[in-house]
Nanobody, 124 residues
Framework: VQLVESGGGLVQPGGSLRLSCAASGFSLDRVAVAWFRQAPGEEREGVSCISNTGGGTYYADAAKGRFTVSRDNAKNTAYLQMDNLKPEDTAIYYC??????????????????WGQGTQVNVSS
């Protein structure tokens, strides 16, 4: 049972990346999926969350208008499309799951099941 993130890398400011979160050993269709990030020396922060049905999405203020969370339950994978990336988006990005739907307190990350993370670097 695991979550594996991929799609991170080095991108210039203004560029785009699409992160993937692939589940194995369990089905994503009954869980909410959230994305978190942690920059060096900073606390972990919630970025976005999508409920098990694909609705009920939440975005951090820093992500609104630039990031889009989605999921493909048939592929057992969730995604975070990140556009117009900024240097301050540099962080390790993690996906995590919890049964059911997202709530406004998803950003606390309490009791979630975590992946190992993927590094995103935004730099010229």
């Amino acid at each position: 049972v695991q979550l594996v993130e991929s799609g991170g890398g080095l991108v210039q400011p203004g560029g785009s990346l699409r992160l993937s979160c692939a589940a194995s050993g369990f089905s994503l269709d009954r869980v909410a999926v959230a994305w978190f990030r942690q920059a060096p020396g900073e606390e972990r922060e919630g970025v976005s969350c999508i409920s098990n049905t694909g609705g009920g999405t939440y975005y951090a203020d820093a992500a609104k208008g630039r990031f889009t969370v989605s999921r493909d339950n048939a592929k057992n994978t969730a995604y975070l499309q990140m556009d117009n990336l900024k240097p301050e988006d540099t962080a390790i990005y993690y996906c995590a799951t919890t049964p059911g739907v997202c709530s406004a307190s998803y950003y606390l990350g309490l009791g979630w099941f975590w992946g190992q993370g993927t590094q995103v670097n935004v730099s010229s």
